[in-house]
């Protein structure tokens, strides 16, 4: 594969141009490692903007003088290459003469593309690798078979170069850190000798607790209860709560609604411990189990983030808003008849099927009826109105959900049949009800929820279901050990533990160190569980825990060499469960087979189908697509898109994950991640989409219908994260796609370039396309936004939150695009068709290189082409499997070696 190339006509002259420059690169094969044979050239017409006294986009090229370091900084040349075909560079007369022009672009070509790559074979030099603050929590959560929440107090990890938070050069410990490595490894150990303790039960009254509303009563709750009842955002329901023993608690509260479905979360120290829904006035006890650390802390208890609500609104008289026809009873009746959904008739009834079909469709059109006030009323309309009719909405489905029973009955089936029918047979028309929906709830002034409270009750610690492992460990500090404090006894004790710990086998000379400390420790008339919880904390602050240490082999000096069977057991873990080995890869390591390919490859298809490898799948699939941060740092506007809430947020990140994850789980094609016929949705994410007939809070694959849907490019997840607070961005979105889904470089914005203000679009009266046109009128602007611009306007049909919509500003959306190849398009249908049609090895490449970057943790270099290569060329023959990419990564010649050296000296490669 070569690298693409933009191909512009009258550029390609004769060879007999050549020899003004020297001969044609490479017909000796010195290139590679010889003098630059154009630095003339370069001295004439680029050095002036990108020398030793100008540098423009901190590009500068009069430092190169040989081949081989052209090939070394192979990315920065082929962007130079680029702007040489395309005639940006240089953009200052003299300009180069045609030939000048052929001569540069081909010996740059053939510098950076015509190189025999078999022969720069080098892994690549991972730095020692500290785990990330994710898989610190998680290897210490399997190494002690509890989940102590260790680390969640360290700073989050940055991005580094390879875009992933787990590149291995950013990753250091400072002093600081250090500190915090010792007071969660103690943390953690305390939570597992607590596990010895009896488990205590609290009892709290809501009415006996502290509110923060000061005029807020305890009221009646059900029966001879009283309790409080939360009804907005900022009233919190408070008491400290001592805990005797870091560990795991059970938190069970009674709760019911005053006001339909509502819920509420807890938080520890203004920390969230988790949440609960409660969905109606029902009186019922909800649980949940959550890390508590040792010590005194605030509980703290709010109704839950989905009844946030929009700012209050000042409602006008009803009269000031636009009144409704006077037929419009009539026209009402008529758009009734014609647009309500029915049930597709059977070609035999009987018994009083036939009535039963008969009254349950007619239900349906008295529910169409207020779906079509809805309609009259308009976004314009008395938000009052808006309301009553969205209520009619749900007492009419009542009535219809009432006889659903009754007719699947007498037509001798079960009920999720009898929906099932009708939801296909009515796609159209129920996906029109729903949009109604959401156009009535942007407008409605919505009175605030409530949530009731009468007792909350704290039980813990508790050891977690699957505890073996933790039973086992506690086991340890337990009061029958007392005297078993032997040289011999402590070295059983610490030896499985420090080797699990430190991914490897451990020698007796390690052991007898951690062994010092519990002998000096019981020496000093300390107990036997805190002798020995001074050796596990020890061992979990050893940097042969925080580091994973890839060993060379004895007399490897500076050759690169191949890893070892515990070196390939942490990288595959780290890589594809975030976390350590568990004893099967360890048995492999052990034995010597993991070093065989094809045990390699099985552990692949192993560690893919266990639920760990969620990790994984929600992680990279999160950084490389960008929508990790939706959520937790990047928010809509709350007052622009009051109904985007933290759980339709976590709902569009589960639809993206889970169908990530179903790719690989299923080894289905890749290209499938790009354009699909099924998606994951639950009822709140399905009701933003306007697709109907699913139900419920669980995520569930549902088939879609809708093209624009299927796929990334269709996903509220990415939609969202590739927009501003307020409102789209064409520019974003087009920048997302050429980085993260075609591999192609948009550049970087000039420093004068501007933005376009949060208002533009529809506040200023225009559509973005038109507020775009004038942004670009620059000619050093419109040659990077030709080919980004017209990239995110293919995503226009959707908005900032992603909805799909037909109109813009008050006019049909332009989703119309024209690439600088020529290629057109209308619409994310037609977008994704031209990536499938013409750009997907583009993308195998770009998911290959995100891919082998994160299972190695650091940026990729030029000589890592090889390996890319193959890996793209095999995923391709073979249909491009998902689990065959992966499989290809983890056989590659980086991921199974390392060298010493990120450098490589390098000898001639060119092609002969």
Not at 21 to 38: D, L, N, Q, T
Not at 70 to 98: A, F, H, N
Request: net charge negative; aromatic share 8%.
């Amino acid at each position: 594969m070569r690298f693409p190339r933009r191909i512009f006509g009258g550029f390609l002259v004769a060879a007999a141009v050549l020899p003004a420059v020297g001969p044609p690169p490479f017909a000796r094969g010195e290139e590679a490692s010889g003098p630059i044979a154009i630095r003339p050239l370069l001295e004439e017409h680029c050095f002036r903007c990108h020398g030793p006294e100008k540098q423009k986009g901190d590009l500068r090229l009069d430092g190169y003088s040989r081949g081989e370091e052209i090939l070394r900084d192979r990315k920065v040349w082929l962007k130079v290459l680029d702007q040489l075909e395309s005639r940006e560079m240089p953009t200052e007369d003299p300009l180069p003469t045609e030939a000048e022009y052929a001569a540069m672009i081909e010996w740059v070509d053939r510098a950076v593309n015509d190189i025999d790559w078999e022969k720069i074979r080098h892994p690549g030099h991972v730095a020692i690798p500290r785990l990330t603050k994710a898989e610190y929590r998680r290897t210490v959560a399997d190494l002690l078979g509890i989940d102590a929440r260790a680390g969640d107090e360290f700073s989050e990890d940055g991005e580094g170069k390879s875009g992933f938070t787990n590149d291995r050069e950013g990753l250091s410990v400072s002093a600081s850190q250090m500190e915090k490595y010792f007071a969660a490894a103690e943390r953690a150990i305390d939570a597992l000798i607590a596990l010895n303790a009896k488990p205590v039960k609290r009892r709290f009254e809501s009415e006996a607790m502290f509110m923060t509303e000061s005029g807020s009563v305890p009221q009646p709750f059900a029966g001879e209860a009283v309790g409080y009842a939360l009804n907005r955002g900022q009233m919190t329901l408070y008491d400290s709560v001592e805990m005797e023993h870091d560990g795991v608690y059970r938190f069970r509260v009674r709760a019911r609604s005053t006001a339909g479905p509502t819920g509420g979360k807890l938080r520890i120290d203004d920390v969230e411990a988790g949440d609960f829904d409660v969905p109606d006035g029902v009186p019922r006890e909800y649980e949940f189990i959550s890390f508590v650390a040792r010590g005194s802390h605030q509980m703290a208890w709010n109704i839950k983030g989905f009844n946030r609500r929009q700012p209050a609104t000042t409602l006008k008289k009803p009269s000031a808003y636009p009144q409704p026809p006077e037929n419009a009873p009539q026209i009402i009746t008529d758009e009734s008849v014609k647009r309500s959904p029915t049930y597709p008739r059977p070609a035999k009834l009987e018994g009083n099927a036939e009535s039963l079909l008969n009254m349950f469709d007619g239900r349906h059109r008295n529910v169409q009826r207020a779906y079509e006030w809805l309609r009259l009323v308009g976004p314009e309309g008395d938000p009052r109105e808006l309301e009553r009719f969205r209520n009619y909405v749900s007492d009419r489905l009542a009535t219809v959900e009432e006889i659903a029973p009754k007719l699947a009955e007498a037509l001798g089936i079960p009920v999720e049949t009898l929906e099932k029918n009708f939801d296909e047979a009515n796609v159209e028309s129920l996906a029109d009800r729903l949009r109604l929906l959401q156009m009535a709830e942007e407008h409605i002034v919505a009175r605030p929820g409530s949530l009731a409270i009468d007792w909350i009750e704290i039980e813990g610690p508790i050891p977690p279901e699957d505890s073996e492992k933790a039973k086992r460990l506690a086991a340890l500090f337990g009061p029958d050990r007392v005297g078993s404090g032997t040289r011999q006894g402590w070295v059983e004790e610490l030896t499985l533990f420090a080797r699990n710990a430190f991914r490897r086998p451990v020698s007796e000379g390690e052991m007898a160190r951690y062994v010092d400390v519990c002998m000096a420790a019981a020496e000093r008339g300390e107990s036997h569980a805190e002798a020995l919880k001074q050796a596990f904390v020890a061992v979990l602050v050893s940097p042969k825990f925080l580091y994973r240490v890839e060993q060379a082999p004895a007399g490897a000096g500076e050759e690169a060499f191949a890893l070892g069977g515990w070196a390939l057991a942490s990288r595959l873990s780290y890589f594809l469960w975030l976390t350590m080995p568990d004893n099967h890869l360890f048995s492999d390591a052990e034995s010597g087979r993991l070093t065989d390919p094809k045990v390699l490859a099985g552990q692949v298809d192993r560690l893919l189908n266990d639920e760990k490898a969620e990790a994984f799948f929600a992680t990279f699939a999160g950084q490389w697509l960008g929508f990790e941060s939706l959520g937790v740092s990047v928010f809509p506007d709350e007052a622009k898109f009051p109904r985007f809430t933290p759980e339709l947020s976590a709902a569009m990140k589960a639809e993206t994950r889970l169908w990530f994850e179903s790719v690989f789980r299923e080894n289905r094609s890749v290209l499938d991640l790009v354009e699909a016929r099924e998606t994951f949705l639950n009822a709140e994410l399905a009701r933003h989409y306007a697709i109907p007939g699913v139900k419920g809070e669980a995520m569930q694959r549902v088939a879609l219908t809708d093209e624009k849907r299927g796929g990334i490019l269709g996903m509220g997840s990415v939609l969202t994260a590739t927009s501003t607070p307020v409102r789209t961005s064409p520019v974003v979105r087009g920048v997302w796609l050429m980085e993260r889904v075609l591999g192609d470089d948009p550049g970087e914005p000039l420093p004068d370039a501007g933005a376009l203000p949060g208002n533009a679009g529809e506040e200023r009266g225009k559509t973005l396309r038109e507020e775009l046109e004038i942004h670009r009128d620059k000619p050093q602007c419109a040659s990077c936004h030709d080919a980004i611009d017209p990239l995110g306007f293919g995503l226009e049909q959707f908005d900032a939150i992603g909805r799909y919509r037909e109109r813009e500003a008050g006019r049909p959306v332009d989703a119309r695009g024209t690439l600088p190849d020529g290629t057109e398009f209308d619409g994310v249908v037609e977008l994704k068709r031209y990536i499938l049609e013409k750009r997907r090895d583009d993308f195998l490449r770009v998911l290959a290189e995100r891919l082998l970057s994160f299972a190695l943790g650091r940026e990729l270099e030029y000589y890592d082409e090889a390996a890319l290569r193959r890996i793209v060329e095999t995923t391709r023959e073979d249909g491009y499997r998902a689990r065959t990419l992966v499989k290809e990564v983890v056989l590659s010649y980086p991921f199974r070696n390392q060298s010493p050296s990120p450098e490589l000296i390098l000898e001639s490669a060119a092609k002969p």
